[in-house]
Structures are given as structure tokens and as C-alpha cells.
């Protein structure tokens, strides 16, 4: 009979047996998602499609300002959520999957037993 061995972390009275880890850089990006703007137009960056838009798309349908707009898009490419590539005197926006399919995963191994 194999027994697995498991590790136990003390916090206070409870145990835990899993702790996933979370550092600076996930508490950046989960602060940039926290804010319902952000939330609009990455949801808007991935339904577009092509896969990118430019701060001009953006402005009527989250009904904010240009230079609103392109704040939270510095502060979505800061965290690394999303990608800009200049065409021409524009710029377009795109997720950064590689980064929101890390930090989902990271969130899925809260709720998983």
C-alpha cells in the first residue's frame, strides 16, 4: 500500500494542504481587471472580429473619452493583458492570451479539490 505524502502549511488554527502562489505581478493584473471599463473592452477586444481594435472603436460603445480610453488600455498593456501594434498612425489592441490563460489558470487551481 503506497501512501502519498502530503504537504500541510500551518496558518493560524487551520491547516492548508495547497497553497497556490500568487506574486506582484498577479495582484497587477488582477487590479487592471478589477475595473469595469477595463472588463468592457477587453471583452470588446475579443469579440472583435479580427482580434484587435483601435482606441477609436472603443469609444462609443464604452461611452468614455479617447483619452479615458487610451488610459485603460495602458494600464491593460502595463499589466500585460493586452498587446498594441501600430498601422499606420494607429493603434490596435489585442489580448494577450498567453497572459489571461495564466493568471485563469492560476484562478481555476483556487477552486479545484
Do not use: N
Request: glycine share 8%; aromatic share 4%.
Amino acid at each position: 500500500m503506497e501512501i502519498e505524502e502530503e504537504v500541510l502549511i500551518r496558518l493560524g488554527g487551520a491547516t492548508v494542504s495547497k497553497e497556490v502562489p500568487f506574486d506582484e505581478e498577479d495582484a497587477r493584473i488582477l487590479s487592471a481587471l478589477s475595473d469595469p471599463v477595463r472588463l468592457k473592452i477587453l471583452a470588446l477586444i475579443g469579440g472583435a472580429r479580427d482580434g484587435q481594435l483601435c482606441v477609436c472603436d472603443l469609444v462609443v460603445p464604452t461611452d468614455k473619452s479617447q483619452p479615458t480610453i487610451s488610459h485603460h488600455l495602458k494600464v491593460l498593456s502595463e499589466a500585460g493583458l493586452v498587446t498594441a501594434k501600430r498601422q499606420g498612425r494607429w493603434m490596435f489592441y489585442s489580448l494577450s492570451k498567453k497572459t489571461l490563460g495564466a493568471t485563469l489558470s492560476k484562478l481555476e487551481d483556487l477552486v479545484r479539490t
